[in-house]
């Protein structure tokens, strides 16, 4: 079925770094953009960051523009979410989420969500 | 930066009820493109609603979306003991932005 599995997600101090990762499956992966979305625990949600199905086009939220760096590996099904110089609210559950349309840099509704890992900023 | 103000922020109902949901954007949403997602609790998120009316897969036509510039709306027509949960709109209009959510809940 289609899925997206999230990984890499724990407890990493102020200032430092992770890499999250996301695992597609069930569907043409490499035609379809995919973004990450955050949810702060008891919060709303977040968009933080996309990438175009070809790699070509990367999108980030002004709140994480500089510190973080969205990637792709079309022969692996394998997005990436490089998260540095961390800070205590970017604390939060980070999904991985499929674009809704194929074959473009990205519609912006997202139809597939992974169940999310966990990211914790704390010293 | 579109802002989207969701209201009420918790709607109170009983099962059978009709909910209506709104959802301001602080400027026009290009083309309506504005998502309507539900999240239970410990869950990720599902859309419901994509284009400001258009129904995703295997979503009960109970769900239906409306609007249009600023202001949309969802409405669950008769409500099933699974809905009491929260909804939130996101616009893809310009960059992609979300709304502070509505949690509907049993009066």
């Known amino acids: 079925q289609v899925q997206l599995v999230e990984s890499g997600g724990g407890v990493v101090q102020p200032g430092g770094s992770v890499r999250l990762s996301c695992a597609a499956s069930?569907?043409?992966?490499?035609?379809?953009?995919i973004h990450w979305v955050r949810q702060a625990p008891g919060k709303g949600l977040e968009w933080v960051a996309v990438i175009s199905y070809d790699t070509t086009n990367k999108y980030y939220a002004d709140s994480v523009k500089g510190r973080f760096t969205i990637s792709r590996d079309n022969s692996e099904r394998m997005v990436y979410l490089q998260m540095s110089s961390l800070r205590a609210e970017d604390t939060a559950v980070f999904y991985c989420v499929r674009d809704g349309e194929p074959s473009s840099s990205w519609y912006g509704y997202m139809d597939v969500w992974g169940k999310g890992t966990t990211v914790t900023v704390s010293s | 930066e579109i802002v989207l103000t969701q209201s009420p922020g918790t709607l109170s109902l009983s099962p059978g009820d009709r909910a209506t949901l709104s959802c301001r954007a602080s400027?026009?949403?290009?083309?309506?493109?504005l998502a309507w997602y539900q999240q239970r609790p410990g869950q990720a998120p599902r859309l419901l609603i994509y284009d400001a009316s258009t129904r995703a897969t295997g979503i009960p036509d109970r769900f239906s979306g409306s609007g249009s510039g600023t202001d949309f709306t969802l409405t669950i027509s008769r409500l099933e003991p699974e809905d009491f949960v929260v909804y939130y709109c996101q616009q893809y209009g310009s960059s992609l932005s979300f709304g502070g959510g509505t949690k509907v809940e049993i009066k």
């Open positions: 069930g569907f043409s992966f490499s035609t379809y953009a």
């Open positions: 400027q026009t949403v290009s083309s309506s493109f």
